[in-house]
């Protein structure tokens, strides 16, 4: 059975940094591109970045380009999103989710979500 | 940006209806198009890809379409568990984007 289980989330002043971590099981990860999306309190969802299979292709909503590097480890089935810069508005359930079907943002499945807050 | 705008917004109906949501991209996108549901408090959860085709495990009363940049998804028989919000997504281009949700209430 697929898994996606988060961690690395809390509570961080603005400017700070914060990488956070999805350990992958139950399916070949080297396999898959996988993607961060976000929600804000209260609001919809919003696509971060995502990251081809091998690592070689990286995007980026506009909004975190130059603050946030998403990267991963096939070896150890792990995807990460490294923070830097942190403001207010990045505050928001993170989750990571896996494309399926060849695709690089077609979400088929979804880990649980962790809570980032920025605030002073 | 490809701007996804799903209607309604929100919408009542009771158990044994049958809704149908519509997602409209600003652009075209083909046919690549999923809806995704959330349940408050959880992590969304996917049903359809390339517009039509049902994620594996999802039951057939869920069923999507597309008409050039038109998109819906109807829900058939509605019981307790299907009350949810419920997204479209473009991934044809980047950036990814979502509708702005559809909240399914119970009536």
């Known amino acids: 059975e697929a898994q996606l289980v988060e961690s690395g989330g809390g509570l961080v002043q603005p400017g700070e940094s914060l990488t956070l971590s999805c350990v992958a099981s139950g399916f070949t990860f080297s396999n898959c591109w996988m993607s961060w999306v976000r929600q804000a309190p209260g609001k919809g969802l919003e696509w971060v970045a995502n990251?081809?299979?091998?690592?070689?292709?990286?995007y980026y909503v506009d909004s975190v380009k130059g603050r946030f590097t998403i990267s991963r480890d096939n070896a150890e089935n792990s995807l990460y999103l490294q923070m830097n810069s942190l403001r207010a508005e990045d505050t928001a359930v993170y989750y990571c989710?896996?494309?399926?079907?060849?695709?690089?943002?077609?979400?088929?499945?979804w880990g649980q979500g962790l809570r980032v807050t920025v605030s002073a | 940006d490809i701007q996804m705008t799903q209607s309604p917004s929100s919408l009542s109906a009771s158990v044994g209806d049958r809704v149908t949501i519509t997602c409209r991209a600003s652009?075209?996108?083909?046919?690549?198009l999923a809806w995704l549901q959330q349940k408050p408090g959880k992590a969304p959860k996917s049903l359809i890809y390339d517009a039509s085709s049902l994620q594996s495990g999802v039951p057939s009363k869920f069923s999507g379409s597309r008409s050039g940049t038109d998109f819906t998804l109807t829900i058939s028989s509605l019981q307790p568990e299907d009350f949810a919000t419920y997204y479209c997504?473009?991934?044809?281009?980047?950036?990814?984007?979502f509708g702005q949700g559809t909240r399914l209430e119970i009536k």
């Open positions: 652009q075209g996108i083909s046919y690549h």
């Open positions: 990251i081809k299979y091998d690592g070689s292709e990286k």
């Open positions: 989710a896996r494309s399926d079907f060849n695709y690089a943002a077609a979400f088929g499945f």
């Open positions: 997504q473009q991934y044809n281009s980047y950036p990814i984007t």
